[in-house]
């Protein structure tokens, strides 16, 4: 029998289609539709615990070629620049997953993050026209965020906010960093106000 992954489909961003892996992401983008108009040339603004991370400095310089390609040039110096760019990002520590046949018996739903146990219960159940098992996947999903603002640096006027969602069987935000980021900038500025699904094939990440 055919097993039904509805949660799955709905909410797993790393899918397969054929032999092509895709990162799934929710992007939201605000923006000015005055804004961004002076010459295109920023600079990172990051916190202090930000300024001293190598993790940090790598998923910024893959921003600098997002924003290169949209016309964005980084310079060194604030005084140099119009805008000013600031980011943040994560992941959280999983969440236990059960996708379970309805043909068959029950079962208990754990969730479960970093540090901490995950009890899973599994049930049976007597199914129409003769014994059912209990029959279920069970994996777990993690979910991942970037966030990213663009600042006029004159003003401190917004003029872009971003946030992205994620969620898939990636642990860890760098391994698939590049999928992210790469979402973040698809059709950049975006849809005004608009929630979008976006999916990024991995083959074409920058990682």
């Known amino acids: 029998m055919k097993k039904l992954f509805l949660s799955g489909l709905i909410f797993t961003s790393l899918i397969v289609a054929g032999c092509t892996n895709y990162v799934r992401s929710d992007v939201t983008r605000f923006y000015a539709p005055s804004g961004m108009t002076k ?19 790598r998923y910024g310089d893959l921003i ?5 390609e949209e016309g964005f ?3 060194e110096n604030k005084s140099q620049a119009n805008y000013g760019v600031q980011f943040n990002y994560g992941s959280d520590g999983g969440q236990t997953i059960i996708e379970q046949d309805p043909f068959f018996g029950s079962v208990g739903v754990g969730t479960g993050s970093r540090g901490t146990g995950v009890n899973v219960g599994v049930g049976t159940v007597f199914g129409r026209g003769g014994y059912g098992r209990s029959n279920a996947d069970i ?4 979910g991942r965020k970037l966030s990213l603002d663009i600042i006029e640096l004159n003003n401190n006027a917004p003029v872009f906010e971003g946030t992205l ?19 973040m900038f ?4 975006g849809q005004n106000g608009k929630t979008e699904r976006i999916n990024v094939d991995t083959e074409t990440c920058k990682q």
Do not use: W
Not at 39 to 57: M, N, W
Not at 64 to 68: C, F, I, K, L
Not at 168 to 182: K, P, Q, R, W, Y
């Open 165 to 183: 969602i994620s969620r898939g069987n990636a642990s860890s935000f760098a391994s698939v960093s590049g999928c992210l980021i790469s979402s």
């Open 139 to 142: 994996y777990t999903e993690y």
């Open 39 to 57: 010459a295109k040339t920023f600079v990172f603004l990051p916190t202090q615990q930000q300024f001293q991370s190598l993790e940090y400095k």
């Open 64 to 68: 600098t070629n997002e924003m290169a």
């Open 73 to 75: 040039r980084l310079v």
């Open 186 to 189: 698809e059709n950049f500025p």
